[in-house]
């Protein structure tokens, strides 16, 4: 009969002992050879007379080893059934491939599975100091001008040009292969690119005004750009060589363009807000200003919920065990992860591992969850959003028929449940926090410091 111990080798850490001899596994080993060799179809014998003896020095080993994993996998999960353990991930082998089973010797095995068990937790931050600060983003002017002027550009017109004058001015630009010297490496294709002056590092766009339609010069991509910019170039034209930011290229000028604005009138007012018959520059201003103001106050909650997110995360004492959790790390995906892989995804691995405790704890104790009309609820009001029709019509059968279809698929589900239980989670815990709110500009709100160690 099959027997488990349990004993602990860390912090939240233990090792099961799973032991099986034949009376777990020689019965069914038996009767998998008896459906098999009625199942099989070997030439020389009649479709289910194959003798079992023959199936079982055929397939034998394979069978029995199979039905030992089988009867260890079953005592185990009974075992953790029973026990009702918190385990953090799945059990981890020790000893799988090291125990030789051989049906010709059929014994007693013993399997070796370590665990992670998941600590527990007292959230003291709840309690202890929940204050945040909501910013409330106002728009200077000087912001609504610098919009002004991108959305004049936006909807200006090019002309052709034949000198750069500006930062602005836009280049058709040939890129040639060649040797230090400018000379042109026959049989490579040469690369055509617009860019806007600016994309050249601040050296080469000063170099480059005053230069006219025809102008070449060698160039290294590294040297002529921003290291953003040249990466780009690299992964577009993809070059893929470490060193293709250093190879020499002929460039030069086909054309130069540059963007005359849109004046400001009814035209374009109502070309940048259709439908809305804005008359005034002061009118298209405080337009402006609104679109401003909503999204740097979304931005501002979003912030919110990030601050609150790692106070929780870094403030509330978790106890982990490391160790298994590498281990853990290290055989997820297709292929085990190496030492250096490890130690450079477990940090964000633990601070995820944290924030689901954390979080998975708030919404047990707190009765947080989303219930199956919810999400039927959700997907109605996303699909009038498209159709047009009544969210709280549930006698629409168009409109039904969809919603049935969505709660079929389970990514959709299982996306939407996720979003509307974290929603809810952050709902509850601002409601929990003291929250001052404080006026800032949009520059300040860009320069404050974010107080955080990994991303989420």
């Known amino acids: 009969m099959a027997t488990i111990n349990r004993e602990n080798i860390g912090l939240l850490n233990d090792r099961l002992i799973v032991k099986v001899n034949q009376e777990d596994y020689l019965p069914n080993f038996e009767k998998e050879l008896k459906r098999l060799s009625r199942q099989s179809n070997m030439p020389g014998f009649r479709k289910?007379?194959?003798p079992a003896g023959l199936i079982k020095k055929m397939e034998g080993q394979s069978v029995f080893t199979?039905?030992?994993?089988?009867?260890?996998?079953?005592?185990?999960?009974?075992y953790l059934k029973k026990e009702q353990l918190n385990l953090l991930g799945e059990p981890i082998p020790e000893n799988m491939e090291s125990v030789h089973v051989d049906?010709?010797?059929?014994?007693?095995y013993q399997f070796n599975f370590e665990i992670g068990l998941k600590p527990e937790i007292d959230i003291t931050p709840l309690s202890n100091g929940f204050h945040f600060t909501r910013y409330k983003v106002t728009t200077e002017e000087k912001d609504i001008d610098e919009e002004i002027k991108r959305l004049q550009k936006r909807a200006g017109k090019r002309e052709e040009k034949t000198e750069i004058t500006s930062e602005d001015d836009i280049l058709k630009l040939q890129f040639q292969p060649s040797d230090s010297e400018g000379k042109v490496t026959e049989g490579v294709e040469a690369k055509e690119e617009s860019i806007v002056l600016s994309y050249f590092s601040p050296e080469k766009s000063k170099s480059l005004t005053g230069k006219k339609t025809g102008y070449s010069e060698t160039?290294?991509?590294?040297?002529?750009?921003?290291k953003q910019e040249a990466d780009w170039i690299i992964k577009d034209w993809k070059l893929g060589d470490d060193k293709a930011g250093d190879q020499f290229y002929l460039m030069t000028i086909q054309k130069i363009e540059e963007i005359i604005p849109k004046e400001l009138s009814e035209d374009f007012y109502n070309e940048i807000f259709?439908?809305?018959?804005?008359k005034t520059e002061e009118a298209f201003r405080e337009r402006i200003k609104k679109d401003d103001e909503t999204h740097w106050n979304q931005e501002s909650e979003k912030r919110l919920d990030h601050d609150i997110f790692e106070k929780l995360v870094h403030e509330t004492p978790v106890e982990l065990p490391e160790g298994f959790l590498k281990k853990w790390l290290r055989q997820e995906g297709k292929e085990q992860k190496t030492d250096e892989e490890i130690a450079q995804g477990y940090p964000q691995f633990e601070h995820d591992?944290?924030?689901?405790?954390?979080?998975?704890?708030?919404?047990?104790?707190n009765q947080i969850e989303v219930s199956a009309d919810e999400l039927k609820h959700h997907f109605r009001h996303r699909l009038s959003a498209y159709l047009g029709l009544d969210p709280h019509d549930e006698s629409n059968e168009?409109?039904?028929?969809?919603?049935?279809?969505?709660?079929?698929?389970?990514?959709?589900?299982?996306?939407?449940?996720s979003q509307l239980l974290t929603a809810r989670l952050f709902d509850f815990l601002r409601n929990k926090a003291e929250?001052?709110?404080?006026?800032?500009?949009?520059?300040?709100?860009?320069?404050?410091?974010?107080?955080?160690?990994?991303?989420?």
């Open 398 to 417: 168009r409109m039904e028929g969809l919603v049935n279809s969505m709660m079929q698929n389970e990514k959709t589900v299982n996306d939407s449940y």
């Open 219 to 226: 160039i290294k991509l590294n040297d002529a750009f921003e």
């Open 353 to 365: 591992m944290r924030w689901s405790l954390i979080s998975g704890k708030i919404m047990r104790d």
């Open 66 to 78: 199979r039905e030992v994993i089988k009867s260890v996998e079953n005592e185990l999960n009974e």
């Open 48 to 50: 289910g007379m194959v």
């Open 274 to 278: 259709p439908g809305e018959e804005i």
């Open 103 to 108: 049906m010709n010797k059929p014994e007693e």
């Open 435 to 456: 929250i001052e709110e404080k006026e800032i500009t949009a520059s300040e709100f860009i320069k404050l410091p974010h107080n955080h160690h990994h991303e989420h």
